[in-house]
Structure formats: structure tokens, C-alpha cells
């Protein structure tokens, strides 16, 4: 019996393992060998910063909500010679170049005027369209023909622009008020609204906007001052340079570039009537797109307010310890943040902290860190005001039924003090909701930041404005009747 099973056994191994090669031969064999084709390589993508006021380089279509202009076209056909992908974002212009410098972003097309100054910080690449800069008065103004009748009167123009320092070392003598804004849009309203005699910007821009919403309106006047070359910017050091110099290059070489430019400048193109008119049955097209502002406007406030709850919770308690050294450090936290503007503070974290942390801040981030900041310095002196409130005689109470202090603060201060807060909590809570609309400087997509970007191809300012105030005013009265049903049915008659 022995013998057998040991020769079973053996027969056994030797029928599995040539069980076994013939699986190798008709299935792994064949696979293991089959042609191995190279996969396409995968392009990078470089974050690329834009200016959305800057009509007709960069603008919003109004029907498909998506960004289109001569520098779009001209950034696509750029990263497919080059051989890269892009995620576009909008900033204002006077943003761009610190993003850049704290590399937020790769790149920066925007009709950017080349210049020494900017040079020193970021890099540029070949020039690829040739401007400068021109005055923009109303119709029937037969004053203002150059510069120099810019004498007692106001100009505006566009803040981080060359043609506002243009201004600044031409007028320095004149006593001429210059007036610098954020956007092209709010210039030029501001123009027709009389509030300013003349816009002093780039040409192509100026003229534009009288072809189309401002025509009949207003007109431009007198010669073109300092010619100027509009580069693409990028980062100091950019390894893109020669493959966009190169794009460029090419672009001129194959025609892509003329064709390119006529679409956009061409008499056809800029005598469109289409989204210039002043209808506000146009605003209804504008709601869509606001409406994509809204969940990072409620998003930044309520993540914001969250953190600066806790924030103020741990400050505000600190402000009440009776030794110095933990209650000093909060006082000065409470004094900053409350002394110094929300704006301010989100500039500061979003282009100043990341040169000494040494890596960037998202846009989102740096906002709700503003926010819970800003709010909690608020909230501490409003946890402060309510524990402060409550009277010491309640103390005292709970000490001598045998409570300890931290006990009596938790069982008997702190509730009392809570719904003393819920109010002005209430308030904060508006407060940093509206604080939002300040972000759209550094590019946050929220509600003003929507709006501004629609009013840059419109330039229906006082129709979007108008719709944008009335969902501000839906969702803060909402809040407001939120917190009043709390405090009339689940806190009950104040302490």
C-alpha cells in the first residue's frame, strides 16, 4: 500500500504540472507576449490667471457662460503647439502679477503690458499685440481733446495698469484728480453716470466699448499715447518661455494668428449688437451664472464662521483669565483683527503669508481662514460681553452648592450666556456673509465676483448689481428669520 500511494502521488505531481503548461501555453504565453504599444504621454497642466474685464481680449459669452475673447483664442492655440493643458481662472488685474510672484498660478495672459518694472519680478514672452493708450469722453464733450485739458477735472483709469502710472508722471504737475478703479466696467459706468469727464486706458479696450455699449455715448479723442506690447506673463525663471516663444513664433508663421486677430478686431466683429443693450430682460440671462456664486458664498461664510467660533470660544475665555499672560495675548489678537480690514487680512494671507511659509494658499482657503479670523475676534468680545453679563451672584450660587468653578461655569454661567449671545452671534453671522463679496479680488467665484464677470461683456452694471443686492438681501433676510424663531421658541425668556 505504501508503494502505491507514493507512485499515485507521483503520477498525480506529474499530470498537474502538465496540466499546468499547457495553460501557460495557450493562455499566459500569448498574453504575456502580446505587442506593448506606447500610451500617450500625459500633457501638463499649468493653472493660467485671467482678467475677465478686459473686453474684447478676455470677456463672459452671455449664452454659453464660458470665457471667449482674442486671448482665449490665442491661449488655446498656444497650449497645443506647445503641447500643454490649461485651468483657466479670473482675477482682477491688479492681482495677477503678485500671483504670479507667490506662484499661485503658471501662467497670466490678460493683455499684459510688457515693462521693465514687471520684469524684474515675473518673466514675459515675445510680444504678441501692439497697443497704447487713448482718452474716452462723452459725446457731446468738446473740451477734452488731450491730456493736458485734463486740468480741474477727474480721469479714470484702471488700478496696477500702465496706463494709470502713465498718468501719475504726465499729471503730476496739473491739478487733475485721478481716479483708479478695479474693474473697465466700473470706469467706464462711471463715465456715462458723470461722475468722472474722461477714461484714460488701452486702446483696443477703449475702443470697443464705444463701437458697442457705448455707442452714441461716448467717443475717443485725441492721439495714442505710449505704444505698448502686450506679453504673455509667467513666473520668474518659467521653463514655458521658449515653448511659447516658440507658439508664438509659429502662430505668425501659419497665419493662425491673423485669423485669430480678425475675428476679434475686424469692423464686423465690433459693431455686435448682441448682450450691449440696456434691457432688463437681459438680466434674466445674468441669473444662471450669478447663481454659481452662491455656493461659495454661503460655503466661505459658514466654513469661516464655524473655525471663528472656536476661535472666539478659546480667545474670549482667555480675555477672561484673571492672569495677564494667558488674557494679554488674547486682547491683542481681539484688538488686531477687529482694528484692521477683513480685506486687508485676506490680501495679506493670500499674497504675503505664502513668501514666508514658502508655499501658496488656495483662494478658498485663504477666505475662510479670513473669515474665521475676522469673526472670531468679534465672537471672543461677544462670548466676553455675555459671560461678563451674567451676575456674579450666579457664581457664588453654584460654588456654595458644591460646585467646583469649572462646573459652575459649564452648568450655570455658560447657558445663561449663550442665549444672551445668540443676537449678536446672529449679526456676526450677516456680517461675515456680506464680508464675502470683498474676495473677488483675489478671484473667489463668488456672488459679486459673478456679477462683475457678467457686467464686463454687458456692461448692464445697474441691472446685475441690482439683482445681486436682491439675493444678498433673500438669503441674509432668510438667515435673520432663522434666528429669530430660535430665539422666540427654543430659547425661551432671557436670563
Given at each position: 500500500m505504501r508503494g502505491d500511494f507514493g507512485f499515485n502521488t507521483e503520477y498525480n505531481i506529474a499530470r498537474k504540472k502538465f496540466m499546468l503548461g499547457v495553460v501557460w501555453l495557450m493562455v499566459v504565453f500569448p498574453l504575456v507576449n502580446l505587442p506593448v504599444y506606447p500610451q500617450e504621454a500625459k500633457?501638463?497642466?499649468?493653472?493660467?490667471?485671467?482678467?475677465p474685464s478686459f473686453v474684447p481680449f478676455e470677456m463672459l459669452d452671455?449664452?454659453?457662460k464660458e470665457m471667449i475673447g482674442f486671448d482665449i483664442d490665442?491661449?488655446?492655440?498656444?497650449?497645443?503647439?506647445?503641447?500643454?493643458?490649461?485651468e483657466l481662472e479670473t482675477m482682477n488685474f491688479n492681482g495677477i502679477v503678485p500671483a504670479l510672484q507667490t506662484r499661485h498660478v503658471d501662467l497670466a495672459i490678460a493683455g499684459i503690458t510688457i515693462t521693465e518694472e514687471r520684469g524684474k519680478v515675473i518673466d514675459f514672452s515675445i510680444p504678441y499685440y501692439d497697443s497704447g493708450l487713448r482718452l474716452l469722453v462723452r459725446k457731446n464733450d468738446q473740451g477734452i481733446k488731450k491730456l493736458e485739458d485734463l486740468e480741474g477735472k477727474t480721469v479714470a483709469t484702471k488700478i496696477g495698469s500702465t496706463s494709470y502710472d502713465y498718468l501719475k508722471e504726465k499729471l503730476a504737475q496739473q491739478n487733475t484728480e485721478i481716479i483708479p478703479y478695479p474693474n473697465g466696467p466700473d470706469m467706464y459706468m462711471a463715465l456715462l453716470s458723470k461722475n468722472v469727464d474722461a477714461v484714460f486706458y488701452d486702446v483696443p479696450n477703449v475702443a470697443y466699448f464705444a463701437q458697442t455699449r457705448g455707442a452714441d455715448k461716448v467717443k475717443t479723442v485725441g492721439p495714442i499715447y505710449q505704444g505698448q506690447k502686450y506679453g504673455i506673463a509667467m513666473v520668474k525663471n518659467s521653463p514655458w518661455k521658449p515653448s511659447i516663444d516658440a507658439a508664438l513664433q509659429k502662430m505668425r508663421l501659419d497665419g493662425s494668428y491673423d485669423r485669430i486677430h480678425a475675428k476679434w478686431f475686424s469692423a464686423e466683429a465690433t459693431t455686435k449688437p448682441k448682450s450691449f443693450a440696456l434691457d432688463w430682460r437681459s438680466t434674466w440671462q445674468a441669473i444662471p451664472y450669478l447663481m454659481k456664486g452662491i455656493p461659495y458664498t454661503l460655503g466661505i461664510s459658514f466654513a469661516g464662521l464655524l473655525l471663528g467660533f472656536f476661535i472666539g470660544l478659546a480667545f474670549g475665555l482667555m480675555s477672561l483669565h484673571p492672569l495677564k499672560i494667558v488674557s494679554w495675548p488674547a486682547i491683542a489678537y481681539i484688538e488686531f483683527f477687529r482694528g484692521t480690514p477683513v480685506l486687508v487680512q485676506v490680501l495679506f494671507i493670500f499674497f504675503g503669508l505664502p513668501e514666508i511659509i514658502g508655499r501658496p494658499i488656495d483662494a478658498l482657503s485663504a477666505s475662510v481662514i479670513a473669515i474665521a479670523l475676522n469673526s472670531g475676534a468679534y465672537i471672543s468680545e461677544i462670548m466676553r460681553g455675555g459671560v461678563r453679563s451674567i451676575e456674579s451672584g450666579q457664581t457664588e450660587a453654584g460654588l456654595s452648592l458644591g460646585l467646583s468653578q469649572i462646573q459652575t461655569f459649564r452648568f450655570v454661567i455658560w447657558p445663561q450666556a449663550l442665549k444672551r449671545m445668540i443676537p449678536p452671534l446672529g449679526n456676526q453671522a450677516i456680517i461675515s456673509l456680506k464680508d464675502t463679496s470683498l474676495f473677488s479680488v483675489i478671484g473667489v467665484g463668488e456672488l459679486v465676483r459673478q456679477g462683475q464677470v457678467y457686467i464686463a461683456t454687458t456692461f448692464n452694471a445697474l441691472e446685475v448689481y441690482f439683482v445681486v443686492a436682491l439675493i444678498y438681501l433673500a438669503i441674509t433676510v432668510s438667515l435673520s428669520a432663522v434666528l429669530r424663531y430660535i430665539e422666540r421658541n427654543h430659547l425661551g425668556e432671557r436670563a
Amino acid at each position: 500500500m505504501r508503494g502505491d500511494f507514493g507512485f499515485n502521488t507521483e503520477y498525480n505531481i506529474a499530470r498537474k504540472k502538465f496540466m499546468l503548461g499547457v495553460v501557460w501555453l495557450m493562455v499566459v504565453f500569448p498574453l504575456v507576449n502580446l505587442p506593448v504599444y506606447p500610451q500617450e504621454a500625459k500633457k501638463p497642466v499649468l493653472k493660467v490667471v485671467t482678467d475677465p474685464s478686459f473686453v474684447p481680449f478676455e470677456m463672459l459669452d452671455a449664452e454659453t457662460k464660458e470665457m471667449i475673447g482674442f486671448d482665449i483664442d490665442m491661449l488655446k492655440e498656444i497650449a497645443r503647439i506647445a503641447g500643454f493643458e490649461y485651468e483657466l481662472e479670473t482675477m482682477n488685474f491688479n492681482g495677477i502679477v503678485p500671483a504670479l510672484q507667490t506662484r499661485h498660478v503658471d501662467l497670466a495672459i490678460a493683455g499684459i503690458t510688457i515693462t521693465e518694472e514687471r520684469g524684474k519680478v515675473i518673466d514675459f514672452s515675445i510680444p504678441y499685440y501692439d497697443s497704447g493708450l487713448r482718452l474716452l469722453v462723452r459725446k457731446n464733450d468738446q473740451g477734452i481733446k488731450k491730456l493736458e485739458d485734463l486740468e480741474g477735472k477727474t480721469v479714470a483709469t484702471k488700478i496696477g495698469s500702465t496706463s494709470y502710472d502713465y498718468l501719475k508722471e504726465k499729471l503730476a504737475q496739473q491739478n487733475t484728480e485721478i481716479i483708479p478703479y478695479p474693474n473697465g466696467p466700473d470706469m467706464y459706468m462711471a463715465l456715462l453716470s458723470k461722475n468722472v469727464d474722461a477714461v484714460f486706458y488701452d486702446v483696443p479696450n477703449v475702443a470697443y466699448f464705444a463701437q458697442t455699449r457705448g455707442a452714441d455715448k461716448v467717443k475717443t479723442v485725441g492721439p495714442i499715447y505710449q505704444g505698448q506690447k502686450y506679453g504673455i506673463a509667467m513666473v520668474k525663471n518659467s521653463p514655458w518661455k521658449p515653448s511659447i516663444d516658440a507658439a508664438l513664433q509659429k502662430m505668425r508663421l501659419d497665419g493662425s494668428y491673423d485669423r485669430i486677430h480678425a475675428k476679434w478686431f475686424s469692423a464686423e466683429a465690433t459693431t455686435k449688437p448682441k448682450s450691449f443693450a440696456l434691457d432688463w430682460r437681459s438680466t434674466w440671462q445674468a441669473i444662471p451664472y450669478l447663481m454659481k456664486g452662491i455656493p461659495y458664498t454661503l460655503g466661505i461664510s459658514f466654513a469661516g464662521l464655524l473655525l471663528g467660533f472656536f476661535i472666539g470660544l478659546a480667545f474670549g475665555l482667555m480675555s477672561l483669565h484673571p492672569l495677564k499672560i494667558v488674557s494679554w495675548p488674547a486682547i491683542a489678537y481681539i484688538e488686531f483683527f477687529r482694528g484692521t480690514p477683513v480685506l486687508v487680512q485676506v490680501l495679506f494671507i493670500f499674497f504675503g503669508l505664502p513668501e514666508i511659509i514658502g508655499r501658496p494658499i488656495d483662494a478658498l482657503s485663504a477666505s475662510v481662514i479670513a473669515i474665521a479670523l475676522n469673526s472670531g475676534a468679534y465672537i471672543s468680545e461677544i462670548m466676553r460681553g455675555g459671560v461678563r453679563s451674567i451676575e456674579s451672584g450666579q457664581t457664588e450660587a453654584g460654588l456654595s452648592l458644591g460646585l467646583s468653578q469649572i462646573q459652575t461655569f459649564r452648568f450655570v454661567i455658560w447657558p445663561q450666556a449663550l442665549k444672551r449671545m445668540i443676537p449678536p452671534l446672529g449679526n456676526q453671522a450677516i456680517i461675515s456673509l456680506k464680508d464675502t463679496s470683498l474676495f473677488s479680488v483675489i478671484g473667489v467665484g463668488e456672488l459679486v465676483r459673478q456679477g462683475q464677470v457678467y457686467i464686463a461683456t454687458t456692461f448692464n452694471a445697474l441691472e446685475v448689481y441690482f439683482v445681486v443686492a436682491l439675493i444678498y438681501l433673500a438669503i441674509t433676510v432668510s438667515l435673520s428669520a432663522v434666528l429669530r424663531y430660535i430665539e422666540r421658541n427654543h430659547l425661551g425668556e432671557r436670563a
